[in-house]
């Protein structure tokens, strides 16, 4: 018999012995999950790297259309310049060619924005990327009401998917000007009497002459199909001043839910009668609702099986020497035998979901259930910051974990690496965004502290 079926075995018969549930205790399983990976070696997966490299004039397009007095030599899909990109930041786009598909092999909530972008605005790309880059920020909508805007009109949201958009202009606002002459152009096709109005001709002479110093001719500019953008989404991620929102749309229920991260969006009552609300920190809760409605599924049986292993693996004491060794505690068998049983019963039932709302205990939801392929990435994004797992919940707070990183001494860096290797062994999601900024910038010290790093293929 081997030591972790030994473990399994006492465990099974004290529950007998004591007619015990199996509930887990967070705090004594955090703590040994973290005591049993810290001594591991562990993998940060990054992603490739899919960059623009800026080029000639297309240096100062980025400095001018950012307001930074330099650029930087490589930029994403989006015209970001660095690993982690907040969901506030601007798209700048210098040229036609910047789409690498970075930001879609990395899934982010901004992919099928940018999709549209260089599908439908080729036209506009190719014209007026030549002068200036073209930039916009994006908006967060439901119908016509801005997603941060809601406590300011609560009555004014209705249930529905959302919607991104953004309005792509040169900082000289060319793409408008240009939009504009051709509108007055149109306007006296139409009516052949305008052309008596000298005032107003001379004013849309001298707008042409104006644009023609900005642009060169512009009888070589082709009209743009359009400089807004839009595209409907399940689900999106809002920065407000409040803090980070997750705001998601079960179809099937027709059901909007926001999760927020930071102080309540709305006073006691004063909530949209037809939007959940749900705080972030009361993770079981907003778990159980979102798999109520279908946002989160439970796992794939392969993924399950994978999870065991992973905490097989920490049962077995595995060591960076290879040795095993028993853990002190019982916290971490305890929550191994429940995931295998939890694992066992859904591969023998149809109703996995409501299995799992009636069977898993706080922390093993967590790790049992998957997002919803129509919500992917943003609730692939919202689970961990759900676990129960204080580490993992900060390593996937990704503007928190750097900030917080970049302002620790020596010895509280080394603390920050060391939790992730719990993170790790417990198999959860990675935060590839994390990982490679740690890659960029502190790549020596991870490897110190027994952390490499692999690039997904």
């Not at 807004?228 to 229920?253: H, M, Q, S």
């Not at 020497?321 to 019963?345: H, I, Q």
């Not at 109703?351 to 997002?371: I, Q």
């Not at 790790?424 to 790093?453: D, I, K, M, T, Y």
Request: proline share 7%; aromatic share 6%.
């Amino acid at each position: 018999m081997s030591r972790l079926d030994y473990v399994r075995d006492l465990f099974r018969l004290r529950q007998i012995a004591e007619a015990r549930s199996g509930g887990l205790n967070a705090a004594r399983l955090e703590a040994e999950i973290d005591a049993a990976a810290r001594e591991r070696n562990s993998v940060l997966e990054t992603v490739p790297r899919l960059l623009y490299e800026l080029r000639g004039e297309e240096t100062g397009h980025h400095a001018a259309a950012t307001g930074r007095g330099e650029a930087p030599r490589f930029i994403d899909d989006a015209g970001g310049c660095d690993e982690v990109a907040f969901e506030d930041a601007p798209l700048v786009i210098v040229s036609p060619r910047q789409r690498t598909g970075h930001l879609a092999v990395r899934n982010t909530p901004l992919s099928p924005l940018l999709e549209e972008v260089f599908r439908r605005g080729a036209t506009l790309l190719e014209d007026f990327t030549i002068h200036e880059a073209l930039c916009g920020r994006v908006t967060a909508l439901r119908g016509k009401l801005a997603l941060e805007d809601i406590p300011l009109f609560p009555r004014r949201f209705s249930p529905g998917p959302f919607r991104l958009e953004v309005t792509l202009d040169t900082p000289r606002r060319t793409v408008a000007r240009f939009r504009a002459i051709m509108e007055a152009l149109d306007d006296l096709r139409r009516e052949p009497g305008g052309i008596l109005d000298l005032e107003r001709i001379e004013a849309l002479a001298a707008e042409a002459v104006d644009l023609r110093r900005l642009l060169g001719a512009l009888s070589r500019y082709r009209r743009p199909e359009a400089a807004r953008f839009g595209v409907e989404v399940p689900a999106c991620v809002v920065r407000t001043a409040r803090g980070l929102w997750y705001l998601l749309y079960a179809p099937e229920r027709r059901e909007n839910v926001l999760v927020h991260f930071g102080p309540p969006p709305f006073p006691e009552g004063g909530e949209p009668p037809c939007l959940l609300v749900l705080d972030g920190e009361q993770r079981e809760r907003v778990l159980a609702r979102l798999l109520e409605l279908g946002l989160v599924v439970p796992a794939p049986l392969a993924e399950l099986d994978r999870r065991v292993e992973a905490l097989a693996a920490l049962v077995r004491g595995e060591q960076r020497s290879g040795a095993a060794v028993l853990p002190a505690e019982e916290a971490l068998a305890e929550m191994l035998v429940e995931l295998e049983r939890l694992r066992d019963g859904l591969a023998r039932t149809r109703a996995r979901a409501r299995l799992l709302r009636s069977e898993a205990p706080g922390p093993l939801l967590g790790l049992a259930v998957a997002p919803s392929p129509a919500c992917a990435p943003v609730a692939g994004a919202l689970l961990p910051r759900l676990s129960w797992h204080r580490p993992t919940r900060r390593y996937h707070d990704t503007e928190g974990f750097v900030r917080r990183f970049q302002q620790a001494d020596a010895d509280a860096r080394r603390d920050l690496l060391a939790a992730l290797h719990g993170c790790l062994a417990l198999g959860s999601p990675q935060n590839l965004a994390v990982n490679a900024w740690l890659r960029r910038h502190h790549r020596a010290l991870c490897e110190e502290a027994g952390l490499s790093f692999a690039e997904r293929p």
